[in-house]
């Protein structure tokens, strides 16, 4: 009995020990690099919604101009991602979880069958057109479905996602989709972009456990950046990059008329916008500024080996 | 009670002189043209599938170098198709009924919540791709649900449909199917295209009333027709056009990077086959051949007003 006893509070203190030495090495020891990295993502967003975005952003993958990408699954070109994503295995390939459906004149639905998801859709049966929309009108329960709906439909589209994010931000937009979100990436065993707040307002930190991994720092271009200055945004978010895990988000395409007609009216990632990203992620200073400042490209599914 | 019966038999002489009288006058007359004029109907196939579709058709429908179009209402262009429906309240644009979703990188499903259609989707749950995937599998009660969904949904958009007619012609791949379209047609006062076939295997007769309109002959471009010899094809169907109510049907688009894209492996219906009919619906040549033929171009809208 005393040895079973003592077999047990060895056993304890070895799991406590190894919580601890997970919760205070950083994510850069957890990878192998020394504690002090700075480690980088640079990812592109919303594959699935237009070719020219798809053309764009495959060709970015493909020159390692970006790291890492994710698929709004219900967008119309889904089957021209996962025929990309079998013929690249090694592409690194997330889901870009979507309650939103925001263009004006070309709209998706839920991958959910309509009559289980009501609160998701607007009037003419598409996601809604804005995050706020989602924060007032949709029911976590049919999150969670249309969540896992998505999930499923990319893996039996022969998709093998290595993270998940939210398109729109819209899985932070309240506490308890951002639990949704949570408990489905941990059934998953998906890492999820979810990004330190200070405060904690939506009360991440309660539904983690030791192995998630939480992003120090997120760029992305905003409206007040000029479309003259859009190198030189980019340039200072590499020059000053901090010790941690940083991503830097990007929308991809090339500016034509089938991404200028989805985007009609919306400068705001629109699609010289994405054009001038695409440039600039492809340019040899921004791979030169990466190198200078040696900052270490990482993947999603670096990430994704320690939420195993 | 003896005049009573007069009075009814009256009535009903009337009524089947009027019955016999609709049914021997030709559509021509019923329309106010002499009996034997040539009627024809240009109709542009397929809009809300692409934005190159759309631009195309639309720039031919002002132009006046097609009559009419209709459209794919689970398209994911819809909006933009409701957008230039609202704005150009004369065009005639009826509604193309699909079961269909036939492109490789590029699908549509149902409007109709998909749990209520199962039938009706393959397993990526898209609509099939082929026609004969519907004749085998669908349940008719499933297809009068989506195709009741399609036309609210388009009603509910703000279009305002001037005919019914079918993509790939699935509406014609099983008399229960068939009997679907006759019914909605009725009930929403819709002409149809339905062609006559020698022998009417589908017992489509059966189905119609005597204010149906029926197309004596439709032309539609095909896979033996050599892209140099297509402005040919349909100048020589102008210039044989017969007596009677003719249809051409076209693909309209621009052969660019995102309807090559749509269209990729499928040179039949492919981007450059909808760039070579807008080019020939376009050209001088076929307006000049409508007119030295004393062709006289109609709308599916002044065929809308005979059944109702």
Sequence with gaps: MFFRRVAFLLFILI????????????????????????????HADDLAIAHSEDAASFEALDKGAVTSASIIVPGPWLTEVADYAKTHPDADLGLHLALTSEWKTFRWGSVESKDKVPSLLDSAGALWPLTENVAKNVKSQEVEKEYRAQIERALAMGIRPTHLDTHMGS??????ILAVYVKIAHEYHLPILAPRIPGDPLKLSALLNEKDVLVDSVTIAN??????????????????????????????????????????????????????????????????????????????????????
Excluded: C
């Design 223 to 308: 409206p007040s950046v000029q479309a003259g200055k859009w190198k030189e945004f980019y340039l200072d978010a590499v020059k000053n990059m901090k010790t941690g895990l940083n991503e830097i988000i990007v929308h991809l395409g090339h500016d034509d008329a089938e991404l200028q007609a989805v985007m009609v009216d919306h400068p705001d990632y629109g699609s010289a916008w994405r054009q001038r990203d695409f440039d600039v992620v492809s340019s040899l200073e921004v791979k030169k500024a990466i190198q200078d400042n040696h900052i270490v490209l990482i993947h999603w599914r670096d990430l994704q080996k320690l939420v195993q």
């Design 15 to 42: 799991l406590s020990a190894r919580l601890a030495a997970a919760q205070t090495k950083t994510v850069a020891e957890r990878l192998g690099y020394p504690a002090d990295a700075k480690l980088l993502i640079i």
């Design 171 to 176: 899985a932070l937009s309240t506490p308890e």
